[in-house]
Every structure is written in structure tokens, then in C-alpha cells.
């Protein structure tokens, strides 16, 4: 296979692989917990990141980590506290953090040539240093949910009763919504800002067609998303389409068969197989 | 000893009081109900035992520490729990969650242990390895109760625990309380007046305010207040069967 001896190739499939840990360990809590939109607010906010990193002419996904984690806090503590709700402390968090973004990249005059690609993902131009820092954030999120797992586990199930028998739920709760934040930056690379939301959920979501356990679950997911970004890489390279674009519709495609597959199942009575 | 002191406590929502003047006392080995309409207060009345709602004013101990230390002492089974079916999780790990103890600590052999027991209890111990959301309404409580035993805790705090679930389910569910009454104190939270003359010791009638707070026996006469409508009950002898008055009915 001569196209493994390119290095961007071989950067790809790297960055295939840590964005998949990251949407598989982070999108089973995003999935269970129900706080989809939340991490989709996250990722457009993060946006306002990556305009300032131009403007102030840093990498730009370095300066997203800051950006999606105070984005992550802000729906956090606003939902919570300023009597506003949470759809709509997502819109506020959604819509500042792109106009922010729009803003700085005006403001920094220059020509922003890859603008396009933290939008919609470009996983064939990750560069050498952004997978260094990908690799730094999985370990982050993976520490940050082996550490705390059995409480994320119980607050997603049943917050009244995690909170009287003494979890910690607000600031767990906010915890969470920090690794989103941490995977947002992870993903973007891959799959653009508008286009996360998509790795956060599809791997999960098919993950639990087929287990009723939360650590398998996170592993089916990981799998999963390891499948869908390659075949996205390969079939993006051949085609030469859109990479980002190509893994959410290789992932949508898995999901549909999975979805078939499993009431297939269930209707022919082989439900053990898929765990009801 | 006292294990929960409720201390004449008034909560308001948006200004319009929840509860008011609310004192309540639980003793070791009580199997009290808190009975009263929809929207009388109960479940704020747990919630304020359970440290979830702070009163505006009065005073709340349990077991003579503040709740949100005492707390962990209390097995809670909330009313009708919201949870996902598709929720990827056994039985057993949610009963797990009922031997929670601190951040970073792990679950042990006695734990394990401990939540097979609370399942033999409840006669869900077959069931342990089924997803919860597969589960019947009633088999659903039992695995609730379960949790809230896993605990091995000093008083069981139980908001509409039959709420959902069939004629039949609930006798066993009231049966299988009367059994655990000799291990742990009972707090019951119902609009359910049947159960009042069968199964419970003592009764507080709650609407907003407390207007009685003793022996089932006395209960009784005391509901015409708190529903503000007639209640005619059948002899204590008996049991399952409370009547309203209509009009028209003449005498029964």
C-alpha cells in the first residue's frame, strides 16, 4: 500500500484514532446524558477560538481549548443559574462564540486559508503538532472519566438520588461538560466545528444498539468511530471529496444499517443479540 | 431518638407557600405516611428532609446533623423516576449505586454483597443481570427499593412508591414494607388513603400545613379536613376499603 508512505496519510489515520477515543469515551455521556445540543453549543462556541487565534496569531486550535472550556462552564453555570433555561443559554453560548469567531477573523485582516477546514474538517492536512495535542486532550478525557466514572454513570441515570447519596453533582456536571469541551477541540480538526456534533453522537448512538453496559458501550464506540473516520479517510482520498463531510455520511450510513440490523433481530426473536 | 426533626418550616415557591409551619418528628422503628392531596407539599416536605430544597425558615435535622450529612444514612426511592428505557444499564449496577460512599472510592466485595442481599429482598435477585428499562413498572420498583436497601440505611423514605403500578403489585410492595419495618424506620409519601388503615403505624395528614400527626386510628376522621371533602371509612376491621361519600348514595 504505497499511499501509507505519504505522511499526511499516516497523520490521518493517527488523528482517526484519537478522535475516535475521544467521541466514543466522551459521546457514550453525551448520548446517555441527553446533552447533545449542550455539546453542540459547545462546538460552534469554540469558534470564537479559532478567530482569535488568528487575530492574535496562535494556533487556533490552542486557542479553542480556553474558548470551548469557559463556553463549556458559561451553558453550564448559566442553565443552572441565571433563571434562563437550558435551550436557551445553548442559543446565547452558540451564537456568541461563532460571532465572536467571524469577528476576530475580520479583524485580523490576513488571509485565513484554512478557514474552510475548521468548519467542516480536513482530516487529510492534520499537522504534526495538532496530533501531539490531540493525543494530550484524549488522555485528559480519559483520566478525567475512568477517575469519576461510576458518578457520571449515576448522575446520567438518576441525579436526585446520586445527589443525596453525596455525589457531588454540580461540579460533576460541570466536570462533563469540560471533556465535551476537551473533545470538541480534539474533533475539529477532523470534522469541523459544525460537524462534531456528529462524532459525538452517531458512534455512541450505534454503541448501544448492542450492549446495557456503559464501559462496553464506550468501547463499541470507539471501535465504531475507528471504522467510520478511516472508511471516511480512504473513500474522501479515492473520490477525493470532503473528508469531514464523508465520515458523518459513512457514519449515518452505519447507523441505518444498524438500526435495520437490530429490529431485524428483534423481529426474528434473536433479541439476545442485541441485548433487547 | 430522634431520626428526623422537621422544626416549624415554611417553604415558598415564586411567593406562594409550599409549606407552612411544618413540624414533623421520625422516631426509630416509625412506619409513618404522609398523606394529602396532589400538590399538598409531600414530596417538597421529602425534599426539605433530603436537603434538596433549602426552608425559608425553620429548621431540619437528621439524625441531629444537617441533611445533607444525614442524608446518606436515608435509602430514598423517588416518585415515578425518569430515566431513558433505552438507558444502558443492569439491575445489579443500579442497585450498585445505592452503596455509594465517596469520590474515588470503588465498589468492594461487601458491597457486591450487600446489593445481592437488598435484590433477594425485594425477589428481584433472578432479574439482576436484565437491563432496567426491560423491566415491568412493578418489577421497576422493586429494583428502586432495592437501591434505596442497598444502603442498609436507618429510615427508608419512599415518595409515591405505588403510584404506577397495579392492585396487585402494590399489596405485595405494601406486605414486603411491613416486613422490612423491624430493620429501619419507614417514611411513606402517598395520595393512597387505603393504605393508611392496613399497613402503617402512624399518619400525618399534610396540606400545606399538618393537621394531624399520630396513630393511624385517629387519621382517619382528620382526612375530611384535608381533602375538604367527605371520607367515610369502613371499620378498621375491614381493611382496603375507603369510601367517598357521593351525593345521593344514602347510606352504604
Not at chain 1, 466522551?26 to 448520548?31: A, C, E, K, L, R
Not at chain 1, 451553558?75 to 465572536?100: C, H, N, Q, R
Not at chain 1, 477525493?240 to 444498524?258: F, R, W
Request: proline share 4%.
Amino acid at each position: 500500500m504505497e499511499i501509507f508512505e505519504y505522511e499526511f496519510m499516516r497523520n490521518a489515520l493517527a488523528a482517526a484514532a484519537l478522535v475516535s477515543i475521544a467521541c466514543g469515551v466522551v459521546g457514550t455521556f453525551v448520548v446517555i446524558r441527553k446533552i447533545v445540543f449542550i455539546s453542540g453549543g459547545i462546538a460552534h462556541a469554540a469558534f470564537g477560538g479559532i478567530g482569535l487565534g488568528y487575530l492574535v496569531g496562535i494556533s487556533p486550535i490552542v486557542a479553542a481549548i480556553p474558548f470551548s472550556v469557559m463556553s463549556a462552564l458559561g451553558i453550564g453555570i448559566l442553565s443552572k443559574k441565571a433563571d434562563m433555561g437550558e435551550d436557551a443559554a445553548i442559543g446565547v453560548l452558540w451564537t456568541l462564540g461563532m460571532a465572536s469567531g467571524v469577528v476576530f477573523i475580520h479583524m485580523s485582516q490576513g488571509y485565513a486559508p484554512d478557514l474552510f477546514s475548521y468548519l467542516f474538517g480536513s482530516i487529510l492536512t492534520v499537522p504534526r503538532q495538532d496530533l501531539a495535542m490531540m493525543g494530550i486532550l484524549d488522555v485528559l478525557i480519559v483520566v478525567g472519566v475512568l477517575l469519576f466514572y461510576k458518578e457520571l454513570v449515576g448522575l446520567s441515570f438518576d441525579e436526585e438520588f446520586s445527589t443525596v447519596v453525596g455525589v457531588p453533582a454540580q461540579q460533576l456536571n460541570l466536570l462533563l461538560l469540560c471533556l465535551v469541551g476537551l473533545s470538541v477541540v480534539t474533533l475539529i480538526r477532523v470534522v469541523g466545528v459544525i460537524l462534531v456534533i456528529a462524532l459525538l453522537t452517531m458512534p455512541a448512538a450505534i454503541g448501544r444498539y448492542f450492549t446495557y453496559d456503559v464501559k462496553r458501550m464506550m468501547i463499541l464506540s470507539v471501535g465504531i468511530g475507528v471504522i467510520g473516520t478511516v472508511a471516511g479517510l480512504f473513500i474522501s482520498y479515492a473520490a477525493d471529496l470532503p473528508s469531514g463531510a464523508t465520515i458523518v455520511l459513512i457514519l449515518g450510513g452505519m447507523l441505518l444499517c444498524s438500526t435495520i440490523l437490530k429490529n431485524v433481530w428483534r423481529g426474528r426473536g434473536y433479541s439476545h443479540l442485541c441485548s433487547l | 431518638m430522634a431520626l428526623v426533626e422537621v422544626r416549624n418550616v415554611w417553604v415558598y415557591c415564586d411567593h406562594s407557600p409550599q409549606l407552612e409551619d411544618v413540624s414533623l418528628l421520625v422516631n426509630d422503628h416509625d412506619f409513618l405516611s404522609i398523606i394529602g392531596p396532589n400538590g399538598a407539599g409531600k414530596t417538597t416536605l421529602l425534599k426539605v428532609i433530603l436537603g434538596l430544597i433549602q426552608p425559608a425558615r425553620g429548621s431540619v435535622t437528621v439524625l441531629d446533623s444537617a441533611p445533607e450529612i444525614g442524608r446518606k444514612q436515608i435509602g430514598y426511592m423517588p416518585q415515578d423516576i425518569q430515566f431513558d428505557s433505552a438507558f444502558p444499564i443492569s439491575v445489579f449496577d443500579v442497585v450498585l449505586m445505592g452503596r455509594y460512599k465517596h469520590l474515588l472510592s470503588s465498589y468492594s466485595e461487601k458491597d457486591k454483597k450487600a446489593v445481592m442481599e437488598a435484590l433477594k429482598t425485594v425477589e428481584m435477585a433472578k432479574l439482576k443481570d436484565r437491563r432496567i428499562g426491560t423491566l415491568s413498572g412493578g418489577e421497576q420498583q422493586r429494583v428502586f427499593l432495592a437501591r434505596a436497601l442497598a444502603r442498609q440505611p436507618r429510615l427508608l423514605l419512599l415518595d409515591e412508591p405505588t403510584a404506577s403500578i397495579d392492585p396487585d403489585a402494590r399489596k405485595s410492595f405494601y406486605e414486603l414494607l411491613t416486613s422490612l419495618k423491624e430493620r429501619m424506620a419507614i417514611l411513606l409519601v402517598t395520595h393512597d388513603i387505603s393504605v393508611v388503615s392496613v399497613y402503617v403505624d402512624s399518619v400525618a395528614c399534610l396540606n400545606r400545613r399538618l393537621y394531624y400527626h399520630g396513630p393511624a386510628e385517629g387519621a382517619l376522621k382528620q382526612l375530611e379536613q384535608v381533602y375538604q371533602c367527605p371520607v367515610e371509612v369502613l371499620a378498621h376491621g375491614i381493611p382496603h376499603r375507603v369510601l367517598r361519600r357521593h351525593n345521593n348514595d344514602g347510606d352504604l
